[in-house]
């Protein structure tokens, strides 16, 4: 779960713009836990100007112990601005009463109180803690009468104990004058920031016992047997109006304002200067440092009628923590063609998929083994397209009239991104500037760079060159390195930018753009864009790989048929095929690869036919995905009580099994679970039959790739129907349907 809360702060400081908060929740340290967790954190969020170590006061030398570890952790970070570092490492104490800043480190102390609500705004929302609908399929209706399709709902937050014990801390700080002995909270689930409160009490001398318990909200105000006894607090979980607290005040008058806290608090209708002073954290926008959450509708019928009951969505009612709601509502979708087979993607796949002489820039499961970094289910080997580039002519074109219009002449640095596709990249656009310029342009890897290396007294453009971006965590790197290079302009040149969606990509433009001179401080150019699935942790070929492994341990006789299997995906990892491109799908009863037919709507006239892969088909399908999964309308997005899965007659409409395998590997789990509904799982299962019938024919040639997608448990079904497809699997007499058969009779009996 981790010893440490880790977070980023932004800061409005000419000090440092940023800082890497380090909050350590008990009194000694683990430098080892805390190596491990940095590798993890870095891994997704990218190097601060600072490291804020935050830390208990009964900890002794903090700072000999830090530095006396400090190679350790800064093993952890990435090393380009390692020296600079080392000279931004600052310290925090707390006790029962506050925080205390060593030193007194003047940029610090002017921000603490926004180091510390960030802190506590992330934990919120990184966790879920705000809960939200369409409002098309369903809302929710709260105690108070309000209608609205989001809500706070703290106990989704409350997660990791360092993170449960930065927020117990923050609320024990609030409490610091009062001499309290009861923790009275609204709802069950925020007893373990009041039981983290008295866990620190403890730790700093308090020797008596604090009772916690909850008063069920609005019932438990509303009960007249309801007591509270002398010397007690009062936590609420999260407010949007401060309504509890008024009518907790109300109802029991004995109750004063300073022994009532919000954990959370988001102003929706009016802003509560009353409630204001006692919140833990404030949840509202911060427009200048780009966080918090935006303010949205509330209804209240019939004073204000509710427009979702209007349109017939369900209400969901909230009561505390819980929902009155037996089973989550399903709503099948469907590919629409017009809005996400979208122009971009096929003329995207069309410009980079294969090529007679030199096959496909678009792989599956691979990574740059000249970077650390994990593997992606899509690769598009960037090196390939610039050793090759006449054979990406529309590329080349709008690649030559980038680097004509964008490349300033006052360039003498270009830093490349430390893969080969960045360097190659790099190397072209200084072949084509450098004859026409009036310096001599250095060319530069980034895990070559260093303090001094550019004298920060030069006036001139920097140019910074990535191949393909997928969440642009080195190009901020690079960001935070140049910060005090005044005098040169920087450039950012990419060329695929393939981040997740859109929200993503404008908040990194914003960062790598913004500087000295305000938002549009630097250029960031993207010759190609498009968004992509970038999930990293798991790949389909992955997953595969160790259940066949484990298969393959549980068999009595080897497979011959795993094994190859094994073989094949294992393949793709080697420098000689640098991904899959074909064979990335299982193949028909025949052992005939699957292949695509003509009239495809996938793509945008039949050029592609006989000239396309395994592999180009799955980037598309993936794409089109993935697109899906932005829509709230009717997309793919899930929220905790509304599943969007894809229509089981989806597989019926796009018949090709290569387009089916692709479907069934590019989904998540949650996309094909058709285990909450009977009917939904039926029109599975029907589906399924038809296939073993016709195996041997054309619509059963994705037939392994459905029964691999069983055995692995992402594609479910209600769970008698999986007997009934058992049966019809062990009338077909190959050893290969065998094995599948009896992996989903075992993933059978352990779901049920």
Known sequence: MGKFYIYNAVLDDKISRDATIIFNPNSEYSFDSLRRELEMFFSTFHQTGALIFIHCSTTPNIETLVVGNLDSILKSIPTVEEGFLRKNIFYISYDQLGFKIANGVLFIKRNLKEIINQGLANIFIKNGGLVESSGISHHFVFPSGKHSTKFLRAANVLVKKSEIDFIGLTTLHLFKESNFENIYCDTLSITVIGYSMANFLKRFGMDKEIYVESFKSYSGIYDNRQKFYDNSIFLISASTSGGLINYLKEQHPEINSNQI????????????????????????????????????????????????????????????????????????????????????????????????????????????????????????????????????????????????????????????????????????????????????????????????????????????????????????????????????????????????????????????????????????????????????????????????????????????????????????????????????????????????????????????????????????????????????????????????????????????????????RSAKSEELNYSFSVDHSNKMLMLLQTYIKHIEEYQGEAIFEFLHALAIGKLRLWKDHYLILIEDLNKIKDSRVRIFAKCIKQFHKLSI
């Open 261 to 664: 806290s919000t954990l959370f608090y988001l102003p929706l209708d009016k802003h509560s200067p009353a409630v204001f002073e006692r919140v833990v954290c404030n949840l509202g926008v911060n427009s200048k440092l780009n966080y918090g959450i935006k303010s949205y509708e509330t209804f209240k019928p019939p004073i204000r009628p509710c427009k979702y009951c209007n349109n017939y969505s369900t209400a969901i009612q909230i009561l505390g923590d819980s929902f009155s709601l037996d089973e989550p509502i399903i709503n099948l979708r469907n590919i629409n063609a017009k809005k996400y087979i979208t122009i971009d993607i096929k003329e995207f796949v069309d410009s980079f998929r294969f090529k007679a002489k030199i096959g496909t820039a678009l792989k599956v499961s691979y990574s740059d083994p000249s970077i650390k970094r994990k593997t992606y289910a899509t690769y598009i080997d960037y090196e390939k397209v610039i050793d090759n580039i006449n054979e990406y002519k529309t590329h080349k074109d709008k690649l030559d009239a980038y680097i004509k219009q964008y490349i300033p002449a006052a360039t003498k640095y270009i830093v490349y991104l430390n893969d080969l596709g960045s360097e190659k990249l790099a190397t072209y656009i200084h072949k084509k500037v450098q004859k026409d310029s009036r310096h001599n342009i250095l060319v530069i890897n980034q895990a070559d760079l260093s303090e001094g290396q550019i004298d920060k007294n030069q006036v001139g453009a920097i140019v910074i060159v990535g191949s393909c971006i997928t969440n642009g965590k080195n190009l901020l790197y690079l960001n935070r390195f140049f910060r005090n290079y005044e005098h040169f302009r920087l450039v950012y040149f990419v060329g695929i930018t393939r981040i997740s969606d859109s929200t993503r990509h404008s908040d990194l433009k914003g960062n790598i753009k913004y500087g000295l001179y305000g938002a549009n401080n630097a250029s960031f150019i993207e010759v190609e864009t498009l968004y992509c699935d970038n999930a990293n942790s798991e790949t389909p070929w992955e997953v595969e790989v160790e259940h066949l492994k484990a298969v393959q341990q549980s068999l009595n006789k080897p497979s011959k048929f795993i094994s190859e299997r094994i073989r094949t995906i294992n393949s793709f990892s080697s420098m000689e095929l640098k991904g899959g491109s074909n064979r990335i799908f299982y193949p028909n009863m025949d052992s005939q690869e699957l292949e695509i037919r003509k009239n495809s709507v996938f793509f945008n006239n039949n050029d592609y036919y006989g000239n396309i892969t395994q592999s180009d088909v799955y980037f598309t399908v993936s794409c089109v995905l993935n697109n899906m999964r932005s829509n709230m309308n009717d997309g793919l997005y899930q929220t905790n009580f509304v599943k969007n899965v894809l229509d089981p007659y989806l597989f019926n409409r796009f018949n090709d099994g290569i387009i089916q395998a692709a479907i069934l």
